[in-house]
């Protein structure tokens, strides 16, 4: 594999042509509370990372999406490193650098399927993001759903 050491640290140069692009959370459970982190985007790709050609999947952040737009079919080259924890990370190689995109120019008739297109932005209204659990209604305890006397007889 190609290694380029800056500050220190190992990068491996890739080139490759985008697959497809998914959202990419991390779920937390501790007990009886969830909680999730928003991390960007997973992006699956066909191409050459160092020497190896394969399919791989490579973690871009939010900023990284809102500039290039990125859309299936186009070429993209940069360094990225392994992730440090495969068991935590659902894409083999994050901390994208010199990320350059190539856009396709394929004529298609008609609108491509939705997942070919732009995917939405993450979008957050504070701590909480849109669609969170937090701001789902409470579940009534198991006495409101029985009574009080299916409760007592049990």
């Known amino acids: 594999m190609t290694v380029l050491k800056s500050n220190g640290v190992e990068k491996i140069q890739w080139n490759s042509v985008l697959i497809s ?17 928003y991390l960007g985007y997973a992006l699956m790709v066909r191409g050459n990372i160092g020497c190896e050609a394969r399919e791989f999947l490579v973690g871009v952040g939010e900023g990284a ?11 993209v080259t940069s360094e990225a490193l392994p992730v440090a924890n495969p068991r935590l990370e659902t894409v ?35 701590n909480a993001a849109i669609g969170d659990w937090r ?7 198991a006495r409101a759903a029985c009574g009080d006397a299916g409760w007592r007889s049990r």
């Open 21 to 37: 692009i998914q959202p990419r959370i991390r779920l937390d459970r501790s007990f009886d509370q969830t909680a999730h982190t």
């Open 92 to 126: 083999e190689f994050y901390k994208v650098s010199d990320l350059k995109v190539t856009k396709c120019e394929v004529e298609e008739e008609g609108p491509p399927p939705p997942w070919l297109g732009i995917p939405p932005l993450l979008r957050s209204t504070g």
């Open 135 to 141: 701001h789902e209604p409470k579940r009534r305890n």
């Open 65 to 75: 999406h809102a500039k290039h737009q990125f859309l299936a079919r186009e070429t």
